[in-house]
T-cell receptor
Framework: EPEVTQTPSHQVTQMGQEVILRCVPISNHLYFYWYRQILGQKVEFLVSFYNNEISEKSEIFDDQFSVERPDGSNFTLKIRSTKLEDSAMYFC???????????FGSGTRLTVV | AQSVTQLGSHVSVSEGALVLLRCNYSSSVPPYLFWYVQYPNQGLQLLLKYTTGATLVKGINGFEAEFKKSETSFHLTKPSAHMSDAAEYFCAVSLLTGGGNKLTFGTGTQLKVEL
């Protein structure tokens, strides 16, 4: 069964550093998403991406965050200057033409120290 | 706007007992509804989903859920709990909108199964 692949599985970074979280969505999917889950809390929507542009973003997704699909296969989330409160599990998801066929990756656990 | 409320952040059942995890949603249009399970330190696994058609939906691991429009509910049940069912369960809703159909998750219910 096709999978969404996220790398790395764990990342530790110093406060103020830039991080890039990488995702390879399912190849024929068209819609791409990032979600995050702070430890012990619910999964929160960050951003959705379609046709090479952001289609929706949450209030969490401020100017420190950006997304890119640089080469038609990878989908990246960049945090420019990490803060302690950015420590969370980040999930990538993708979806095809149907409106409910979401597939999630296994997540990247980001720890900011 | 869409939202999901999960009643009970922690539910404890005995092995072999009925599991009932509650989910109510709020949306202005017919929703798509989902249940996901998350085992410790793992990702989100889809248990089941309701899109259209039959309101009783069967999923993996013996779970099922019933969409009740009049009650705006999508409660998750399993007739007989197993120790391996201990995990966190998230209800989620998605709407057919022009904004990419994001999923909105509830706060989760931690299921504990006791001997």
């Amino acid at each position: 069964e096709p999978e969404v692949t996220q790398t790395p599985s764990h990342q530790v970074t110093q406060m103020g550093q830039e991080v890039i979280l990488r995702c390879v969505p399912i190849s024929n999917h068209l819609y791409f998403y990032w979600y995050r889950q702070i430890l012990g809390q619910k999964v929160e929507f960050l951003v959705s991406f379609y046709n090479n542009e952001i289609s929706e973003k949450s209030e969490i997704f401020d100017d420190q965050f950006s997304v890119e699909r640089p080469d038609g296969s990878n989908f990246t989330l960049k945090i420019r200057s990490t803060k302690l409160e950015d420590s969370a599990m980040y999930f990538c998801a993708s979806r095809g033409q149907d409106h409910y066929g979401y597939t999630f990756g296994s997540g990247t656990r980001l720890t900011v120290v | 706007a869409q939202s999901v409320t999960q009643l009970g952040s922690h539910v404890s059942v005995s092995e072999g007992a009925l599991v009932l995890l509650r989910c109510n949603y709020s949306s202005s249009v017919p929703p798509y509804l989902f249940w996901y399970v998350q085992y410790p330190n793992q990702g989100l696994q889809l248990l089941l989903k309701y899109t259209t058609g039959a309101t009783l939906v069967k999923g993996i691991n013996g779970f099922e859920a019933e969409f009740k429009k009049s009650e705006t509910s999508f409660h998750l049940t399993k007739p007989s709990a197993h120790m391996s069912d201990a995990a966190e369960y998230f209800c989620a809703v998605s709407l057919l909108t022009g904004g990419g159909n994001k999923l909105t998750f509830g706060t989760g219910t931690q299921l504990k199964v006791e001997l």
